[in-house]
């Protein structure tokens, strides 16, 4: 009996060896070594090329349902294909995708947040025949970008050329890197050290109007450890970037009026008041000659102790560069530095219009003149009271406030006569910097470079994402990989293929990293 037993200890060590010879190792969370990830991101991402094209192909003006079905087909058949375990979140507006990768023994899970839509185009403003048919793009000695082939790219990827498409940089360039890392992760068998759910969101350039709804619906699906944002562009010395906050924003119409209808210059100039620079004037009261806001009470609660002025300063910003890139002489002084700058909320003028200009300028007194305004949002500030305080602001500067058209009888009672709307977008947010999110994703950056990655407090732009941070109760950092100088938005928007594959590089080693 003994040897019975002996010889059945004996045959189950064969077996368990057999298995272990055969079996493939256990790569859960196995770190990838620099020079690796540098292969295989040059390598896959080469590969990654014709798919990006195809993505890029298809229209995603998230005004019209039909594009955005198209790229929810095409997003959802491409995470299918790599195991993921899809879901599509409806919503009353555009409805968003869910891919889920569970294949992890690991109890830890981290959501990712991308979006796939992009801004409406106008062909005629692109050096290109279609916005939606990318080209490559390398710049020549003149400093213009000249179109070359793609056959360009077999011999070797220069990191300099660049895709000229819509949505290349903003938002469907980090997409594909995510698709082409996990790619890299399954070709290498490496198995994620957490379960990842990656959330993409398609009315993001609208706003987010169905976020809300989905945070809230489909909170136990969404619930994470860890939230981790892939949208904006990385600091322009192209160093790994990390960003622990996004301003919110809300946003005011004015409307001042004058005479009831347009009138003659000549006739009524000196006499009929004039709408246009009384806007102007009372826009000018909002703020002193260097930019400040001076409106009492607007700038309270916005205080930085010597830590955080020092964490400022780690930003390698240098402002005769800045101000030479987007061609001004001085900054305004609301900070003392264009990283201070971030952490007030602004008081933005984003449009003017009154009259007429240009060919069709006519010699008139405007009826009205209208002036939209946007309010970037901090954590500190409540974006209500803000916009409570320039309505209070307009109130002691003698003008009467309504939401509508002036009546007969409010233009003959009231010498000053505004009309006020407002409306609360998506709040602001903020991380700490040595909070469990920022101790992991800083620990993956250092193994992207040998540089230290740059982390800046708060971004200057706006992410919808906000509903998810404060209904899921969930940190988030938003890990930027595009270039700086991208066009996002605009017409000759682009991505620099240096960035494409140092991003595949970054989502490398964030897969890779436990969160532990």
């Known amino acids: 009996m003994y040897m019975t037993s002996f010889n059945t200890f004996v045959i189950r060590l064969i077996i368990i060896?057999?298995?272990?010879?055969?079996?493939?190792?256990?790569?859960?969370?196995?770190?990838?070594?620099?020079?690796?990830?540098?292969?295989?991101?040059?390598?896959?991402?080469?590969?990654?090329?014709?798919?990006?094209?195809?993505?890029?192909?298809?229209?995603n003006n998230s005004y019209f349902p039909e594009q955005i079905h198209q790229n929810l087909i095409w997003l959802n058949r491409k995470f299918t294909e790599l195991g993921f375990k899809t879901s599509i979140l409806k919503t009353s507006t555009n409805p968003?995708?869910?891919a889920e990768w569970k294949?992890?023994?690991?109890?830890?899970?981290?959501l990712f947040y991308a979006h796939a839509d992009g801004q409406p185009v106008d062909p005629s403003l692109w050096n290109q025949k279609d916005p939606y048919e990318p080209v490559l793009k390398e710049k020549s000695k003149t400093g213009s970008w000249n179109i070359i082939g793609w056959s360009s790219l077999e011999e070797r990827i220069d990191p300099e050329y660049r895709i000229f498409a819509r949505s290349s940089s903003?938002?469907?360039?980090?997409?594909?890197?995510?698709?082409?890392?996990i790619e890299?992760?399954?070709?290498?068998?490496?198995?994620l050290p957490y379960r990842l759910k990656v959330l993409i969101d398609l009315e993001e350039e609208k706003g987010s109007p169905g976020i809300q709804y989905v945070a809230e619906k489909y909170r136990e699906a969404l619930k994470s450890d860890f939230l981790v944002i892939f949208d904006g562009p990385k600091h322009y010395s192209h160093l790994p970037s990390l960003t622990f906050g996004a301003r919110g924003i809300s946003t005011i119409r004015l409307t001042v009026y004058g005479p009831r209808m347009s009138l003659h210059s000549g006739h009524y100039g000196n006499y009929a008041p004039n709408p246009a620079l009384r806007l102007s004037r009372l826009l000018a009261s909002m703020k002193d000659e260097q930019g400040r806001v001076i409106i009492p009470g607007y700038y309270d609660n916005i205080k930085m102790n010597r830590d955080t002025r020092e964490q400022l300063t780690y930003v390698p910003d240098q402002t005769d560069q800045i101000n030479r890139s987007i061609g001004i002489h001085s900054a305004d002084k609301v900070g003392e530095n264009y990283q201070e700058s971030l952490q007030y909320p602004s008081l933005?003028?984003?449009?003017?219009?009154?009259?007429?200009?240009?060919?069709?300028?006519?010699?008139i007194i405007p009826d009205k003149a209208i002036a939209e305004i946007d309010i970037r949002t901090v954590p500190e500030s409540d974006p209500k009271r803000l916009i409570d305080l320039?309505?209070?602001?307009?109130?002691?500067?003698?003008?009467?406030?309504?939401?509508?058209?002036p009546t007969d009888e409010e233009r003959s009672d009231y010498s000053r006569i505004i009309a006020f709307e407002s409306g609360t977008g998506y709040k602001a947010f903020r991380t700490d910097f040595n909070s469990p999110i920022g101790i992991w994703l800083y620990n993956a950056m250092m193994r992207v470079s040998c540089d230290e990655p740059v982390r800046k407090r708060i971004s200057g732009g706006s992410v919808p994402v906000s509903p998810l941070v404060h209904i899921l109760e969930i940190p988030a950092v938003t890990v930027p990989t595009v270039n700086p100088d991208n066009n996002q938005?605009?017409?000759?928007?682009?991505?620099?293929?240096?960035?494409?594959?140092a991003g595949i590089k970054i989502f490398l080693a964030i897969l890779t990293q436990p969160p532990e």
């Open 184 to 191: 890299i992760l399954q070709h290498e068998n490496i198995t």
């Open 103 to 110: 294949n992890t023994s690991s109890e830890s899970s981290v």
């Open 17 to 59: 060896g057999l298995f272990y010879i055969f079996s493939p190792p256990d790569n859960r969370g196995q770190s990838l070594e620099r020079d690796q990830m540098n292969r295989l991101s040059e390598a896959f991402g080469k590969k990654s090329i014709p798919a990006f094209i195809e993505f890029l192909q298809i229209p």
């Open 390 to 405: 320039v309505k209070q602001h307009i109130t002691n500067q003698g003008y009467y406030i309504i939401n509508r058209e």
């Open 96 to 98: 968003y995708l869910l």
């Open 348 to 363: 933005n003028i984003r449009g003017l219009s009154s009259g007429w200009t240009g060919n069709e300028v006519r010699t």
């Open 489 to 501: 938005h605009s017409p000759n928007e682009n991505l620099r293929l240096g960035n494409y594959l």
């Open 170 to 181: 903003d938002d469907k360039g980090p997409i594909m890197m995510l698709i082409t890392a």
